[in-house]
């Protein structure tokens, strides 16, 4: 039975703060892979990276994914780069119904211009660096048979649509 929801999708599509509301709504327990990784680790993504680079980032991130899918009625705000693996879109499909957020670049580029925590696309040409890596990962996520374009979407009005995407998922 598939009874977890997993958000995925670029930096900036909404995954944490509509995460937050449909755990919330569902009332259930909401896991934020960043946070759960910056818990285990005992440091923030940016040093993560800094230090040990993005390879050693995936693998932690690999670990926690096959850990969250040996767990049932869970809501996970995934990292945007989970799509790279496809063990990661594998595992998750088989225990929930992964539902991919997307948003136009000006709009992701608004949501998170005046963050400065996401290492892949920090160090000037912002913009730039969003379109790029948007460009090179677009085929992982239109791959995902679920999809909710969240730009002209409100956090609630996306938490709508990802629950009704959901129950009528888990019924099939
Ligand atoms: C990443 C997205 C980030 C975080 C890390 C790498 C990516 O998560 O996991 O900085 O590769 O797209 P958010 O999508 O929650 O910002």
Do not use: W
């Not at 930096?11 to 703060?17: D, E, I, Q, V």
């Not at 005992?42 to 969250?68: H, M, N, P, S, T």
């Not at 956090?155 to 129950?167: G, K, L, P, Q």
């Amino acid at each position: 039975m598939k009874t977890n929801i997993i958000l995925v999708g670029f930096m900036g599509t909404g995954k944490s703060a509509t995460g937050r509301l449909v755990a919330k709504r569902l009332e259930r327990q909401l896991i934020d892979m960043d946070a759960e990784i910056e818990r285990r680790e005992g440091r923030k993504i940016g040093d993560i990276f800094a230090k040990d680079g993005e390879r050693y980032f995936r693998q932690v991130e690999r670990e926690v994914v096959k850990e969250l899918c040996e767990r049932k009625n869970l809501v996970v705000a995934a990292g945007g780069g989970v799509v790279i693996n496809p063990e990661n879109i594998h595992d998750f499909s088989r225990t929930g119904v992964v539902v991919c957020l997307s948003a136009s670049p000006s709009v992701i580029l608004q949501r998170v211009a005046a963050e400065t925590h996401r290492p892949l696309i920090e160090g000037g040409e912002k913009a730039k660096k969003i379109t790029d890596l948007l460009e090179i990962r677009k085929p992982l996520y239109d791959a995902i048979t679920h999809q909710v374009d969240t730009t002209h979407l409100s956090s609630d009005h996306t938490a709508d649509r990802v629950i009704e995407i959901y129950e009528k998922a888990a019924k099939e």
